[in-house]
């Protein structure tokens, strides 16, 4: 039988490239990404509403990443990283829209864009949106730090999809002075990013800022 490949298309260093990448690795199954910005007409005809990353695998062209994470993990992977007591596979869905709905937006554009735009883009720091931003991270974090101190993983004893969605979403929070700073005052939250980030499918997907440091 022939091994299935993804087709990834999305921004290179992008939280939810790295999420559909981790779930892949832990699929076993190989990929590639093909830079495709989200405005962009080409990305267009793959997701009606221009976001990324879409994907293209076993003759279907998805987009969505908890969908595509599903496809894959229920294609290509048993459904190992999806629970079957409906309460356990409950509480993996809360916390996935937890990450997505909560903890993504504000990082995302009230801490890793102004960081990145000064970086790359030589932009002034816009340090009044970080400020702006930082008592309602740090609010997630200590809600984040909690349920790390409840169980080993998001959804109780096992991993699950959503442990890879909180990591890959607050490691890049974790990479900035800021949040390294409120993460390092939360000693469970620190050590639970610290030992899953020694997982080999994260391990594998690391991305070369995260090798330097």
Not at 93 to 116: K, Q, T
Not at 178 to 201: A, F, T
Request: aromatic share 8%; net charge negative.
């Amino acid at each position: 039988m022939t091994q299935p490949t993804l087709h990834i298309h999305g921004t290179i260093i992008s939280t939810y490239s790295r999420i559909v990448q981790t779930v892949a690795e832990e699929a076993g199954i190989s990929w590639t990404i093909t830079a495709t910005p989200a405005g962009s007409e080409e990305n267009r005809r793959r997701h009606p509403f221009r976001k990324v990353p879409t994907v293209e695998i076993d003759g279907l062209n998805l987009y969505e990443s908890v969908a595509i994470c599903q496809y894959i993990d229920n294609a290509h992977n048993g459904g190992a990283l999806q629970p079957d007591d409906p309460a356990t596979r409950a509480e993996m869905d809360r916390w996935i829209s937890v990450a997505n709905a909560y903890l993504f937006p504000v990082a995302e554009h009230g801490l890793l864009m102004p960081r990145l735009a000064h970086r790359f883009l030589k932009t002034p720091l816009r340090s009044d949106i970080i400020e702006a931003a930082l008592p309602e991270i740090a609010e997630h974090l200590g809600i984040v730090c909690q349920r790390v101190e409840e169980a080993p993983f998001f959804a109780g004893a096992q991993f699950t999809l959503a442990d890879i969605f909180v990591y890959c979403i607050l490691r890049p929070v974790q990479m900035t002075s800021e949040g390294d700073h409120l993460i390092g005052q939360l000693l469970p939250l620190r050590h639970w990013l610290n030992k899953i980030g020694k997982r080999p499918s994260l391990m594998a997907t690391r991305w070369d800022s995260e090798n330097q440091q």
